[in-house]
């Protein structure tokens, strides 16, 4: 009867508060097998391997707290290994990174990573051994030797707390070691990887701190209360891992989340993601709302209706408009809603007193444990007749305790539990939830790194190397420093021409003025821009009186280089900014103002060159595409300057052009005053380099301008944000500017303004 009337109660709605799904694909299976036919055999940077081996014994000294004992050990010394390693590790992810795109392989960054774990977690038991190797010796030196007995005691007390510590010191090292990585992932190359793949192909932020890498018992006790919240064991006990998430499963099925095939949903992504379905746990029914529960931000959305009345208090002081304000109040309701469905089922459960208990003993249970387990210790608080048992256990554990062997600090707790009052007990419950959340999620993370790390076959024998190198099934990961300098051949190339406007008629005024126009040209032009040429990996071709023509290569087998156009738009956007810069100054000081026409080509080959003695020549048709590309018409110049201050290219064809038949000649027709136009070829280019994504801009006429944006990274690490439009090319009469019609071409700008950019940082802000 109670279950018929419950159907008539409306269910929490889920719909409005914005929950995550959390949700990546990883798999290995397009990778070639090592060769032993069952392993990826990997080889990594031995600068790693070495400077991985210092920094771990070091962390290992340092978290067994026994620097005593090594005469050598400075802290200072472990900080200096720790910046190096950081600093190699960066370059070995940073090469994994670069081979993934060079292959079109996103599977070899994943490769690089696991393996890089793989070697992070074999190093802390290797070392861990080590210690206790150094250990012992010392002890039986100080015996043979007769040594004062108060050290030979000191040695030996130490070595039994570091063997009995043993799994505190493991998961202390092995927690600052991943932290140290997980900075390097997400502070150093998250950018870069943001640059060249999917958003689904870039593992989580999380996915390296996890304290379940660092223990060989996920049940354990003292590793759960420490890292999580205790759980029960037995299958009897209401809160194991297993009866918790049933719980939680049966009560969200019972929203419209669970009421509106979210299991079809998440079956058609599986089937869609055929490779991939191994991410998802087995048993698809007892896991249907694994995404939505392993991100842990949810559990805030779904239940924590006490920040959501903070947040209204705050709106509503700053006078809100009422439509967000209804919608807070509306969250609010369905929070409470679902966090009082939940606190009542998992009190009927007897689950609630053992969450409660949980957490209220963490700041007394180390008194007592052990010899005690803290299970023990929490069904004292929560069951009568566990209390009477261990009650008398104590009596006989006084006897090698003493007196500090008290209850008092237990019943103390008992009271604090039974004290707290039900919006206490319900932030508990939400804490809890926050806890399972972590857990669920890193089991589900940790499974799926084992099983990439037992497929990996870490090399180091030399001729197995030779043997896997040789049959092309090894992925190696080295720093620059340690691939074999060679001089690779080059296979394509970029061309960036920049020409002044005007620079005849800025000579002859300052001419008039007895200026010098040369000097004024080359602190203002040519010497800033030499300046900068590193950071993008070019070179100067030639400079003319009024112009620069720059070249990027890419060379065979060098995936570190293949960001040719990328750069060459970087580098062309940081031109104009150099110029506006001086620009600036030069109105200050009454002098002329440069105005600039950009091109950059793309050639699918090598340039040719010949000798004038010691000078080397380039020749190349994309020197005079580029030149093509960044000139500009007179008669358009004045009819469109200063028209459109968000663009600054527009491309047009001569409506004669098709009474020219066969015609070589490129006629088409540009305004390009401080434009950067991009070729075809250079954008399909482009494409394959970075990551770029589509968004639409509403331009002030109501045009929806096609926009492609992306991030350029540069030589030196930093990234640089770019936006390409692309447009039509309209026919037009050129004697009157008559537009006659759209044509199938298209062209590229490389955007400066910084509207735009604006747009496009606040879109990625909002997501």
Not at 292 to 315: A, C, G, H, T, V
Not at 435 to 453: P, V
Request: contains cysteine; aromatic residues 10%; proline residues 3%.
């Amino acid at each position: 009867m109670l279950s018929f009337l419950e159907s008539f109660k409306q269910q929490p709605s889920l719909k409005n508060l914005s929950l995550k799904r959390y949700q990546f694909f990883y798999s290995l299976d397009k990778l070639a097998l090592g060769v032993d036919n069952i392993h990826f055999d990997v080889h990594i940077s031995p600068q790693v391997c070495n400077t991985l081996k210092r920094t771990v014994y070091l962390l290992m000294i340092k978290h067994s707290e026994s620097e005593d004992f090594f005469n050598d050990y400075k802290r200072e010394s472990c900080e200096i290994e720790k910046e190096t390693l950081r600093r190699v590790c960066t370059g070995v992810l940073t090469d994994g990174i670069n081979r993934a795109k060079s292959a079109n392989e996103v599977q070899i960054d994943f490769l690089c990573q696991t393996a890089l774990a793989k070697l992070f977690l074999k190093e802390i038991k290797d070392q861990y051994k080590n210690l206790i190797a150094h250990c012992e010796p010392l002890l039986r030196m100080h015996q043979l030797s007769r040594h004062n007995q108060d050290e030979i005691f000191i040695i030996k007390d130490k070595l039994a707390d570091i063997k009995m510590h043993r799994n505190q010191i493991i998961r202390l090292v092995g927690k600052e070691l991943f932290g140290l990585l997980n900075d390097v992932q997400v502070k150093i190359l998250r950018n870069l990887r943001e640059t060249h793949f999917r958003p689904e192909d870039i593992l989580p932020d999380n996915y390296f701190i996890n304290p379940l890498l660092h223990t060989d018992n996920s049940a354990d006790d003292f590793f759960l209360i420490e890292e999580y919240v205790l759980f029960g064991q037995r299958s009897k006990d209401p809160d194991n891992f297993t009866n918790v998430k049933l719980t939680i499963n049966e009560l969200l099925g019972k929203t419209d989340m669970g009421q509106e095939n979210t299991d079809k949903v998440l079956f058609a992504e599986v089937s869609k993601n055929k490779y991939q379905k191994d991410n998802f746990l087995p048993d698809t029914n007892q896991n249907v709302f694994d995404p939505w529960i392993m991100e842990p931000s949810n559990i805030d959305r779904l239940f924590n209706y006490f920040d959501s009345q903070e947040l209204y208090k705050n709106l509503k002081k700053a006078k809100e408009s009422k439509d967000a304000l209804q919608k807070i109040r509306e969250q609010i309701k369905n929070q409470r809603k679902l966090l009082n469905l939940f606190f009542r089922k998992f009190k009927k459960h007897n689950l609630l007193k053992q969450i409660i208990a949980s957490f209220e003993m963490k700041e007394v249970y180390g008194v007592y444990c052990p010899p005690m387990q803290p299970r023990q210790i929490r069904e004292f608080l929560v069951d009568f007749w566990s209390r009477i048992y261990i009650t008398h256990q104590q009596k006989r554990l006084r006897s090698v305790y003493g007196e500090a062997f008290s209850l008092a600090p237990l019943k103390q707790t008992i009271k604090r539990i039974n004290s707290r009052s039900t919006t206490e007990k319900k932030q508990h419950l939400i804490t809890f939830l926050k806890k399972f959340s972590q857990y669920n999620r890193d089991l589900y993370n940790s499974r799926i790194l084992r099983d990439g790390m037992s497929s990996i076959n870490l090399v180091t024998e030399e001729n197995i190397i030779l043997l896997s190198r040789e049959n092309r099934s090894l992925y190696e990961f080295l720093l620059p420093e340690e691939r074999v300098k060679e001089e690779r051949p080059i296979v394509s190339h970029v061309i960036i021409k920049a020409d002044i406007r005007g620079s005849m008629e800025i000579n002859n005024i300052m001419i008039k003025r007895k200026l010098n126009p040369a000097s004024y040209f080359s602190l203002n032009f040519f010497d800033p821009i030499s300046a900068i040429l590193s950071e993008y990996d070019a070179a100067k071709v030639f400079i003319e009186g009024d112009a620069i023509i720059l070249s990027i290569f890419e060379n065979e087998n060098t995936p570190q280089s293949s960001y040719s156009v990328a750069r060459a738009c970087g580098l062309a956007i940081k031109i104009l900014q150099i110029v506006r810069s001086y620009n600036e100054k030069n109105k200050e000081n009454n002098l002329p103002i440069l105005e600039l026409g950009i091109g950059i080509c793309y050639s699918d080959g090598p340039p040719t060159f010949l000798f004038d003695g010691d000078s080397r020549i380039m020749i190349s048709s994309a020197i005079n595409l580029a030149d093509r590309l960044s000139s500009c018409d007179k008669k358009i110049r004045k009819r469109l300057k200063n028209q459109n201050p968000l663009f600054n290219l527009f491309e047009f064809k001569n409506a004669m052009e098709e009474e020219i038949a066969d015609s070589a000649e490129d006629t088409s027709l540009r305004y390009n005053v401080n434009g950067i136009e991009l070729s075809v070829d250079g954008f399909n280019k482009l494409v394959k380099e970075i990551n770029l994504k589509k968004v639409i801009y509403k331009a002030g006429s109501g045009e929806n301008v096609n926009l492609y944006a992306g991030k350029v990274p540069t030589v030196i690490g930093n990234y640089q944000q770019l936006a390409v439009r692309e447009a039509t090319v309209y026919a037009i009469k050129p004697e009157t500017m008559e537009v006659t019609g759209e044509t199938s071409k298209k062209y590229y700008e490389v955007c400066t303004n910084r509207e735009i950019y604006d747009f496009i940082s606040n879109l990625s802000t909002i997501k």
